[in-house]
């Protein structure tokens, strides 16, 4: 049977899109007119609501495509919008449809998601694996599910033992271990190369070094923080010395970036990272040939050479790595824009920075996902696989 996601009336995907443009800084254009398609008019006023209610724009953006999704996914498996509450029996089948044992599946093809609930989904762009998903997607599409169930006042079956046990076994037979977010850490050398390939005097060039000795140097900043830090977040210090064991030597200039709302502080915090010596001149080197003095620090130029007003996103943060990589005659595919967050630690850890002094700048609220990464590099230098040699 061929399944097609249903398209509603125009008028009502009219009355719905403009709804969603209140969202306008949250969501792209193109992702607004595909939620005006498959959203049902509760839906999107649970987003404005939820909009309304102050949730991050990472959040929302993040809980926006989840909702999409699973709409998409609910109209594709059953013909039917999502029900609310969903009844176990949904949530079983979702799980059942995207985490599933490959080997099963050769000998059964009624195993996993169905041929004709997938096709609905590639042909709406919306399904790019050909196995089973990442455990953490469905995870988190799940958590997405409940989130919205309790904001319409409703309890959700999402913490039944079934359930739980279901997500664990299914977890365990789709047998797919977990990937790096960049295949790659932007390791100190690394992002030396990098820099070597924007060295030149253009705007972009000042820009795109900024972005990425700003990025690893405060830690390994996220690529939305990154495209979100706004120049009212940067605070001149008191220049610090070069070797703190000689306070009275040569001394550097200092600036502390007042992070906000991220993925692990809350709006209100007072929590700040530093950056000291040169990615400080780097940085301030971009504002002044920019001549930004307020709003977005790092910000489109166009083919022109000319600056933009608007904030560069996320993805572009990811893509201006990526462009620098290739430059560098790296591999762009084995680096991404977390690798400059992996790359950090990994470059603490080699230097033998104390754990808990690297998560200050980083800002990691776990010790265990932080120390990974010393882990990996210990295991790397050790002498434990190297027995045989």
Same mark, same amino acid.
């Given at each position: 049977? &061929? ?29 607004? &007119? ?9 839906? #999107? ?5 939820? !909009?309304?209610?102050?949730? =991050? ?18 109209? !594709? !498996?059953? =013909? ?20 599933? &044992? ?28 050909? =196995? ?5 997607? #469905? ?20 913490? @039944? ?8 076994? !299914?977890?365990? @037979? ?14 100190? &050398? ?25 990025? *690893? @140097? ?20 008191? +220049? ?8 009275? =030597? ?29 990615? #400080? ?34 993805? @572009? ?7 620098? #990589? ?8 084995? *680096? ?17 920075? +104390? ?35």
């Amino acid at each position: 049977m &061929d399944v097609r996601l249903p398209k509603p009336a125009s008028d009502q995907k009219l009355r719905r899109a403009e709804a969603l443009d209140a969202l306008d800084s949250v969501l792209p254009f193109g992702r607004r &007119d595909f939620l005006a398609d498959i959203l049902t008019d509760d839906d #999107v006023e649970t987003l404005r609501h939820l !909009a309304r209610e102050g949730m =991050g724009e990472n959040s929302l953006r993040a809980l926006a495509s989840d909702f999409g999704y699973l709409e998409a996914w609910c109209l !594709a !498996a059953t =013909g039917e919008p999502l029900p609310w509450p969903a009844p176990e029996t949904l949530l079983m089948k979702f799980i059942a449809h995207h985490l599933w &044992d490959p080997v099963k599946r050769e000998a059964d093809l009624a195993h996993g998601m169905p041929d004709d609930v997938a096709s609905a989904l590639r042909a709406a762009g919306l399904l790019r694996v050909e =196995g089973p998903h990442a455990p953490n997607t #469905v995870r988190r599409r799940l958590s997405s599910w409940s989130t919205l169930t309790g904001w319409r006042g409703l309890k959700g079956r999402f913490n @039944a033992p079934g359930l739980r046990s279901a997500l664990k076994l !299914a977890v365990r @037979a789709s047998a797919r271990p977990r990937g790096r977010k960049s295949k790659k850490a932007v390791t100190a &050398d690394v992002l030396s190369a990098l820099l070597k390939a924007c060295a030149g005097d253009r705007l972009v060039d000042v820009r795109d070094r900024a972005l990425l000795i700003t990025a *690893f @140097a405060s830690g390994g900043r996220r690529r939305s923080e990154i495209s979100a830090l706004r120049v009212e977040q940067l605070v001149a210090e008191e +220049p610090v010395p070069a070797d703190p064991k000689t306070p009275d =030597g040569e001394r550097l200039p200092c600036l502390s970036i007042r992070l906000g709302r991220t993925k692990t502080t809350e709006a209100d915090s007072d929590a700040f990272v530093l950056l000291v010596g040169r990615p #400080v001149t780097v940085l301030q080197l971009w504002l002044e040939r920019a001549g930004i003095t307020e709003g977005a620090v790092f910000r489109g130029i166009d083919r022109w050479g000319n600056l933009e007003k608007r904030a560069l996103t996320p993805q @572009a943060v990811n893509l201006v790595l990526k462009r620098r #990589v290739a430059e560098a005659g790296l591999d762009p595919a084995a *680096f991404s824009a977390h690798g400059l967050r992996s790359g950090y630690l990994t470059e603490t850890a080699r230097r033998g920075i +104390p754990l808990s002094e690297a998560m200050q700048q980083s800002q990691h609220r776990s010790v265990q996902q932080a120390s990974n990464y010393y882990n990996d590099t210990e295991r790397t230098l050790g002498r434990a696989a190297r027995i045989i040699v």
